[in-house]
């Protein structure tokens, strides 16, 4: 597995719609130094490159099921063990997305959303 891989961040999140969480995620690029999203903000980058970044679907309603949320996002299988412990460790339920970052991409572990954790994949 390549490194860039190896090292996955897991955040549960919840918003009221779907148009509030696009509008979340919406990266705006330009010639300035402020951040390329409100997540980015929020989580105090800058910038962050989105190919390494995996949001799941919206779930609507919210859902409680971890672990059939966490299976569709890549290299699951080698961490979703951990990652429903964590969750059962600090619950954060319901949650309509699932938010997976790769590559240590976001260093500054921010508290605004649910973060399950940091995982080996």
């Not at 705006?28 to 970044?53: L, V």
């Not at 679907?57 to 966490?70: E, Q, S, T, Y």
């Not at 059962?88 to 949650?95: S, T, Y």
Request: a negative charge.
């Amino acid at each position: 597995m390549a490194e860039e891989f190896e090292i996955v961040d897991i955040w549960l999140c919840r918003f009221p719609s779907v148009t509030a969480a696009d509008a979340y995620f919406a990266k705006t690029y330009g010639d300035d130094d402020r951040p390329i999203s409100q997540f980015a903000a929020d989580m105090g980058e800058r910038f962050y490159d989105h190919d390494f970044m995996e949001q799941g679907r919206f779930h609507d309603p919210p859902v409680n099921d971890l672990a059939k949320a966490v299976a569709r996002h890549s290299f699951s299988s080698s961490y979703s063990a951990e990652v429903v412990e964590g969750f059962r460790l600090n619950p954060f339920a319901p949650f309509n997305i699932v938010l997976m970052m790769c590559n240590r991409e976001i260093e500054r572990q921010c508290r605004l959303l649910s973060q399950i954790g940091r995982y080996t994949t």
